[in-house]
């Protein structure tokens, strides 16, 4: 099992390193050492999934600082997602460095492996399509010798993480540098609280809690499919409702509070159990819960809570929290950036109790995690160093599912247990083409399975 605590490379040793190469370039007005062949030194990207988070996880890798990159594919499964994205990234302060002409940009299930076809060993393509695609693009992404950012989650059930674990192994023995979305592992404020837990500012680490208490969020409550649309594709543009696009909103929105705590904490929990349900769903167009409380408890004992909620009209919190037996921390505060981490003397660490405050960070000053973690990624590429996140990040992603599956059950459920299930969502999601049937079918009344606790007991569904 991976270690929550590393990243391969510390950020502190990324930032030294940075800087260095950073200045010696400048000083010496010399090539940056970097893996890659290309004459210019020039690093290509290619962007594979091209919808929000794509467009901006392009604009981040073009606006870092270390040499020159420039953005030369475009894949994806709608002709408007891509040309909207294209558009959007050349609005930007970027756009100089987006050099996509039609003949670059690529629409169908094929797309990722045209898109790569243009990078060169060495370029990096980013992963940024629902999570079900990321095992079969990151397949080809090694085979073609790329550098590779990918969005969380990495892995939706067992049978896909074990599949990711193996493939991080893969791109390691290749010297393939990888960045996983958990930007919030970048954020050099989350840094010097984790160094002050460390070294024992808040005690001995009792209790985490974690809240995403908020209403309707993104694709979690789809529509009936309209007519116009296959279903596979409505699957698709829908993809948090769907388990086997995205794991559903579970997974895709609470990843990174389930993250940022077992970092906190240095330990990645041993089961789960849990509840929810589906207070206010309008029909069954979609296969998620609208509540899910869950406890995680890490090998020592100890627990971290978590509480999900897309229902309207609720009291509202988005937030990780820390109790120790020396006082208590903000892992996170309203966001996940600024992280408006504090240091509590108590346990209450309430807003407006100033005189509690042991230690904050002002939180206009904090970096953009989502800036840093390119930073980050693009400072291992050039100066060739060990950096590959996939075994975290498929950890983070399997330790999600565990919680979901535990709720969806009804069930304690171990992380042992949760990595042998043989429940593949969509084992064919290598083969899909536009015309095939979606992995989940709805019935006559456009109703998809949902979880059904106590009663399907060892499936989701
Ligand atoms: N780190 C973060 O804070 C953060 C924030 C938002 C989203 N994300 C992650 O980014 C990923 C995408 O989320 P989003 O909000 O951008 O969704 P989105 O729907 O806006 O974008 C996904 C894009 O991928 C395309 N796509 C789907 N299947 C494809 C395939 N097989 N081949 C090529 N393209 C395909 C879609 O058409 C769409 O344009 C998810 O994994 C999500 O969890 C991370």
Redesign the pocket.
């Known amino acids: 099992m991976s270690d929550p605590t590393t990243s391969g490379l510390s950020r502190r040793d990324l930032l030294k390193k940075s800087g260095q190469i950073a200045a010696a370039s400048a000083l010496a007005g010399i090539a940056i050492p970097h893996v890659h062949a290309g004459e210019n030194h020039t690093i290509q990207l290619a962007l ?10 392009a604009e981040n890798a073009l606006s870092t600082k270390l040499g020159p990159t420039k953005l030369v594919a475009m ?4 002709t408007d ?2 040309s909207d ?1 294209y558009k959007q990234l050349k609005d930007t302060g970027v756009a100089g460095q987006v050099d996509v002409p039609e003949s670059r940009k690529f629409i ?2 094929e ?2 492996k045209k898109a790569m076809d243009c990078l060169r060993p060495g370029d990096v393509v980013m992963l ?7 095992w ?2 990151f397949t080809y992404a090694i085979e073609k010798g790329l550098n590779v950012f990918m ?3 990495v892995a939706v059930d067992g049978p896909s993480a074990r599949k990711m674990f193996k493939l991080g192994e893969e791109a390691k023995k290749k010297n393939l540098k990888v960045g996983v ?3 919030c592992r970048h954020c050099a404020v989350r840094h010097q609280l984790l160094d002050r837990i460390r070294s024992g500012q808040i005690g001995d680490l009792l209790l985490l809690r974690a809240y995403r208490l908020a209403g309707p969020t ?2 979690e409550s789809a529509p009936p499919k309209p007519d116009g649309i296959t279903e596979l594709l409505h699957q ?2 829908w ?1 948090h409702s769907f388990l086997w ?2 794991g559903g909103c579970y997974s ?2 609470l ?2 509070h389930i993250d940022e705590c077992c970092w906190m904490k240095g330990a990645w929990p041993v089961s789960a159990k849990g509840s929810g349900g589906r207070e206010y769903k309008n029909g069954d167009h979609d296969q998620n819960f609208d509540t899910y409380s869950i406890e995680y408890t890490f090998g020592d004992g100890t627990k971290l809570y978590l509480e999900g909620r897309t229902i309207p009209g609720c009291f509202q919190d988005f937030a990780s929290y820390a109790h120790g037996t020396k006082g208590g921390a903000w892992i996170s505060k309203d966001g ?1 950036s600024p992280a408006k981490c504090r240091i509590f003397k108590g346990q209450k660490m309430e807003k407006h109790d100033t005189k509690e405050i042991v230690w904050r960070y002002p939180s206009k000053d904090e970096p953009n995690p ?1 800036q840093l973690e390119w930073d980050d990624l693009m400072a291992a590429i050039r100066g060739d160093k060990p950096y590959n996140e996939v075994e975290r990040g498929t950890e983070a992603s399997l330790v999600s599912a565990m919680g979901r599956m535990a709720a969806h059950t009804g069930q304690e459920l171990t992380r042992d247990q949760m990595f042998r299930c043989e429940h593949e969502f969509a084992p064919e999601v290598d083969k ?1 083409t536009m015309d095939s049937p979606a992995p989940v079918q709805a019935d006559k009344e456009g109703r998809y399975p949902v979880p059904q606790p106590g009663r399907k007991r060892t499936r989701e569904f």
């Open positions: 594979v999934g091209c919808g929000g988070r794509g467009t901006g996880a894949a994806d499964v709608f997602r891509l994205s169908d299930f797309a990722y940024t399509t629902p999570p079900a695609f990321r079969v693009h969005e969380k989650p979305g958990l930007m993104a694709k698709i543009r993809f696009a995205s895709d929105f990843i990174h996940h989502y899909l």
